[in-house]
């Protein structure tokens, strides 16, 4: 049995100790399974500056720089010799389509045989590449999936975190989707606290008026995500909330996935445990995939609000 921590040697605040809690009490990890998503984060710039941005996104913020195409090759090459089950790779930023080089990496990983995720807010951005993605997915049918960044079926509620011009360019943006056959799915926000059910009704009301495809009943057409607020009192995640909550650590995000960026400075690239911890430098993994490939302690209000209670997944 562990012996008790004595009390001047607990940690002076919650998320503050990689092993102990606050509270005194061992704190949980998760064991990597299979690395099933590749993560890549494009760079941080962004055409919008939204205002609860969990990666801090603006036209001016370039701490994550553009990965190029040579490096995303390099990263498919390590999955192959490192014979990772990866099935697909998902690239978020800033906005994608900013990189000069998108086109290019998601064909790249397409020729490879990978499933390809996307995220985007659908503007002028994207449709700037629109005969390009009409050809990739003519020529690798069902493989590429954009998702859409539409924080609610509201005009006003979507423009308070996008902006005032944000809403007719990414309903644009879907319809073309839409009636041009992609497979394309909608992300919003679940920061206001409304009803999911309510919700729900809302999206399936606007994709029914705007003649958009998507079943808003779907959770795989439409995906709502469990809000992170960092100053929000979350608990810490321990060794004992597997079984309270009866959960299994093999379901949590990083069990499957890590996220590659390219920090502002650097030569290299940096494999990060999270998507949603692009920044941080206690879940910096590595330089490889390989050398990622540890156990990841959940060490983060968003470890506990996002990942554990809230079960939400980029992927």
Same mark, same amino acid.
Not at 283 to 300: A, C, D, V, Y
């Given at each position: ?21 606050? *509270? ?5 990890? +998760? ?22 941005? =969990? ?10 720089? =553009? ?7 390099? %990263? ?40 390809? %995720? +996307? %995220? ?8 700037? /590449? ?9 020529? =690798? ?26 809403? *007719? ?6 319809? @073309?989707?839409?009636?041009? $056959?992609?497979?394309?799915?909608? &992300?919003?926000?679940?920061? @206001? ?10 999206? /399936? ?5 705007? /003649? ?19 100053? &929000? ?8 909330? @597997?079984?309270?909550? $009866? ?16 920090? *502002? ?27 990622? @490939? ?10 506990? *609000? ?10």
């Amino acid at each position: 049995m562990n012996k008790p921590i004595p009390l001047l040697e607990l940690p002076s605040k919650k998320f503050s100790d990689p092993n102990i809690t606050a *509270k005194g009490e061992q704190r949980a990890s +998760v064991a990597p399974v299979d690395l099933e998503t590749l993560w890549i984060n494009t760079g941080s710039l962004c055409n919008l500056s939204c205002e609860h941005c =969990y990666i801090e996104s603006t036209p001016t913020n370039d701490r994550l720089v =553009y990965i190029s195409s040579d490096e995303v090759r390099r %990263l498919l090459e390590e999955i192959e010799t490192e014979n990772f089950n990866t099935r697909e790779i998902g690239f978020t930023g800033g906005e994608p389509f900013l990189n000069p080089d998108m086109v290019e990496i998601i064909e790249a990983c397409l020729e490879k045989g990978f499933e390809v %995720l +996307v %995220l985007t807010n659908a503007m002028n951005t994207m449709l700037r /590449a629109a005969d390009a993605l009409i050809v990739l997915n003519e020529n =690798y049918p069902g493989k590429l999936t954009l998702r859409v960044s539409l924080d609610h079926y509201l005009e006003s509620r979507h423009a308070e975190e996008r902006g005032k011009r944000s809403w *007719k360019p990414a309903i644009k943006g879907l319809k @073309w989707l839409s009636d041009n $056959d992609f497979a394309f799915c909608v &992300a919003g926000r679940t920061f @206001w606290g409304e009803d999911e059910s309510a919700m729900r009704a809302g999206y /399936a009301e606007l994709f029914a008026n705007e /003649a958009i495809n998507l079943d808003a009943q779907d959770t795989d057409d439409l995906v709502l995500f469990p809000e992170m607020d960092t100053e &929000a009192d979350v608990p810490e995640i321990t060794t004992a909330c @597997w079984g309270i909550l $009866d959960k299994s650590p093999d379901t949590v995000m990083c069990a499957s996935s890590r996220m590659v960026v390219k920090h *502002k400075g650097d030569e290299h690239l940096s494999v990060q445990a999270c998507t949603l911890l692009p920044y941080d430098q206690r879940f910096n993994m590595g330089r490889t995939l390989r050398e990622s @490939w540890q156990p990841i302690k959940l060490n983060h209000p968003h470890c506990a *609000k996002f990942c554990v209670l809230g079960s939400g997944s980029c992927s």
